[in-house]
């Protein structure tokens, strides 16, 4: 049975950095890409950023230098690394993985594109 459970978030203020981290079990991580989406109130889940097998990547513009997503196949485990956040930051982040054979010059960062999903967390930038 594929886990996928996130941890990291909280409060912040404005400016200020957060780390996410994202352990699966009952997979093969080093087999997965995986993804970091969000959703805040109201609106459509987003896709944050990804990141293949390969450790190739993908960032949505909104994000684009100032986030960062890394793998730890050896923990299983998914960072993504959040600075200089804003309020429009604010919402419920999830952590997503999908069984890939494929070596992608950018992953796929869709939801229809993932499988499993984490229960997610939620990340609040203060003005």
């Known amino acids: 049975q594929v886990q996928v459970v996130e941890s990291g978030g909280g409060l912040v203020q404005a400016g200020g950095s957060l780390r996410l981290s994202c352990t699966a079990s009952g997979l093969t991580f080093d087999a997965y890409r995986m993804g970091w989406f969000r959703q805040a109130p109201g609106e459509e889940r987003e896709g944050v950023s990804c990141?293949?097998?390969?450790?190739?990547?993908y960032y949505s513009d909104s994000v684009k230098g100032r986030f960062i997503i890394s793998r730890d196949n050896a923990k299983n485990t998914l960072y993504l690394q959040m600075n200089s956040l804003s309020p429009d930051d604010t919402a419920m982040y999830y952590c997503?993985?999908?069984?890939?054979?494929?070596?992608?010059?950018?992953?796929?960062?869709?939801?229809?594109?993932?499988?499993?999903w984490g229960q997610g967390i939620q990340v609040t930038v203060s003005s």
């Open positions: 990141i293949g097998r390969n450790t190739v990547t």
């Open positions: 997503a993985a999908a069984a890939d054979g494929r070596r992608w010059r950018t992953p796929p960062c869709g939801s229809d594109d993932y499988k499993y």
